[in-house]
Every structure is written in C-alpha cells, then in structure tokens.
C-alpha cells in the first residue's frame, strides 16, 4: 500500500511538471490582440474638437506645406466626395480612434502571417503583413491604409508603411504627401497600448515628424458600424471648390490672437519643435486681440 501510495505521489508531481511545461510551452512576442479604448490625455484639443485654423506651431513642415495650409478651406469637408474619407493609415489613430486588433494565424505552421486593425470612425481596416514579403513597386495602388509590412524586436513591433495616398498631418489643412514613409513603434505595458510613429516626407516635412498616441485594454469594448452616406449639404455651382488664393486667408491671426502669441511661430517649422525656441519668442511681439 505504501508502495503504491508512493508511486501515485511521483506520478502526480511528475504529470503536474510536464503539464507545466506544456501549457507554457515556447514564448513568442506579446501579443497586441484585443479592444483598445482611446485615450485623450495627449493633444486633446486638436485630436477631438480640432486645431485652430494657421496653428502650425510645432510642425517641421516647409513652405510647400504652409502654403498649402493657407490655401485650405474648411468647407472643402462639406463636397460629397470629400464627407465619407477614412483617415489614413498614419491619422486614424489620433481620431475617435477605439481599436481592435487581431492575429491572422497560418492553420499548418502555426506562423503568424499577419495583424489586422479596425478603428471605429469610418471603419478603416489594415492588414500588417508579418511574413516577410516585399513592399510592392512605386507605381503600385496607393490607398488610405497604405502598404504595410511589421516584425518584432523583442516585444515592440515596428510597422513600415508606404504606397499612403495624400493626407495630412493635422486637421486644418497641413498636407502629408503620397511620397511618405510612415513607421510605427506599438509597446503593450500591461494594459496600456503605446504607438510611437514617425512620418518621413520629402515633399512636405524638412524633418521627421514624431508623435505618440495610447489606449487602454477594454475587453468589453463593442465597436458600432459607421455608415456614412455623402449628400449635398451646400448648393455651390458644379465644379466648385472652397479655397483662400494665396495672401487671401483673412483667418490666418486669429490663432496667434486668442492665445497671445507672436505670429510668427504660428507658422511653424522644425526650429518651433525645439525648447530652445521659447528664447527668440520672448523677444517677440504678440498679435493684438481682435477689436483692440
């Protein structure tokens, strides 16, 4: 009896090893898989209700760039073919932004082949290829999601994306070209989502751009579809497009004026992103508030 009762002993300490051993089993990357709720705690202002119009502080952006920012209409939103725009692949995150991610997972191998994103304004979906293919040529399709292609160094995954058609890098008309590279730095911390990305652009940006965005884990989370229907909410004459000519934009000051800022750094720049420029503002002049 003692014999046997001894042997029953070995046996569940060996079984409860081996069963250890194998619910752990190789450990691979975290895994990003799951529902992400925005948070808001960075850029509120101009990520939610939007940027003041000519705010560019902070921006490396050049005179391409501000030109185009001048030029730029809010009512252009209001053209039916401009209503039911995704943001891209390299804005939707900074936007109403709640998040799902999920693992596409080869049957046979068990490899990974792929992340794949929803996010909850306008249902933008991108598929991030982890199987090591190539990005495709130049004159391939460029779309709102863009082309893009991750691995993992250790438990960040660094995302590389190209072939982006035209957007923007901040809502009030600052253009990101379709010439862009945009690469990405998710880190999970626990709960917390962290996507550090990078926009390169050599038609718009003298400088990287950098930025942050984060969400926290929200198992319960139910993203809504997001149907969107464009229909004529201005009569304008066909063809029309709302727009300032250069030196027109009568809007431009009003930034500067409500916050009492010289206008100069409103225009931005890569010298506006550095602390060292709080010395040469000092010595500038504010633009008066209106009606003064």
């Given at each position: ?5 001894r042997?029953?002993?070995?046996f569940v300490v ?5 069963t250890s051993l194998i619910?752990?089993g190789?450990?691979?990357p975290?895994?990003?898989s ?11 202002p101009?990520?939610i209700?939007?940027p003041?119009?000519?705010d560019?502080l902070?921006?490396p952006i050049?005179?391409?760039a ?13 053209l ?7 943001h ?7 936007g ?12 046979d ?9 929803h996010?909850?304004w ?8 982890m199987?090591g ?9 460029h779309?709102?999601q863009?082309?893009?292609?991750g ?7 660094t995302?590389?994306?190209?072939h982006?058609?035209?957007?923007w890098i ?8 379709d ?17 550090i990305s990078?926009i ?10 950098v930025?942050?965005t ?5 198992p319960h ?10 229909v004529?909410?201005i009569?304008?004459?066909?063809g029309?497009?709302?727009?300032h ?8 000051q009003?930034f500067?004026?409500?916050?009492n800022?010289?206008?100069?750094p ?27």
């Amino acid at each position: 009896m003692r014999i046997a009762l001894r042997l029953a002993v070995a046996f569940v300490v060996v079984a409860a090893g081996a069963t250890s051993l194998i619910a752990q089993g190789p450990r691979g990357p975290m895994d990003l898989s799951g529902e992400w709720a925005p948070l808001f705690h960075e850029d509120q202002p101009e990520r939610i209700p939007g940027p003041d119009i000519g705010d560019y502080l902070g921006l490396p952006i050049n005179e391409a760039a501000r030109l185009h920012g001048d030029a730029w209409d809010a009512s252009l939103l209001t053209l039916p073919e401009h209503q039911c725009k995704p943001h891209p692949a390299d804005y939707s995150p900074r936007g109403p932004a709640n998040l799902r991610i999920w693992r596409e997972i080869d049957h046979d191998s068990q490899g990974l082949i792929a992340l794949h994103t929803h996010i909850s304004w306008q249902q933008p979906e991108r598929t991030i290829w982890m199987d090591g293919r190539p990005h495709p040529p130049e004159y391939a399709a460029h779309t709102w999601q863009g082309f893009s292609t991750g691995k993992f160094d250790g438990d960040m995954l660094t995302v590389t994306t190209t072939h982006l058609k035209m957007g923007w890098i901040r809502r009030n008309g600052i253009p990101r070209s379709d010439k862009a590279v945009l690469t990405e730095h998710f880190v999970r911390h626990d709960n917390v989502l962290t996507l550090i990305s990078v926009i390169q652009d050599p038609l718009y940006l003298s400088e990287p751009f950098v930025r942050t965005t984060n969400w926290a884990l929200d198992p319960h989370q139910l993203i809504a579809p997001y149907p969107c229907q464009a229909v004529v909410e201005i009569e304008r004459p066909q063809g029309t497009v709302p727009n300032h000519l250069p030196g027109s934009n009568k809007f431009l000051q009003e930034f500067a004026a409500k916050y009492n800022l010289p206008f100069e750094p409103t225009r931005g720049g890569a010298e506006t992103m550095y602390p060292e420029y709080m010395g040469k503002l000092a010595t500038m002049t504010p633009v008066p508030k209106q009606g003064k």
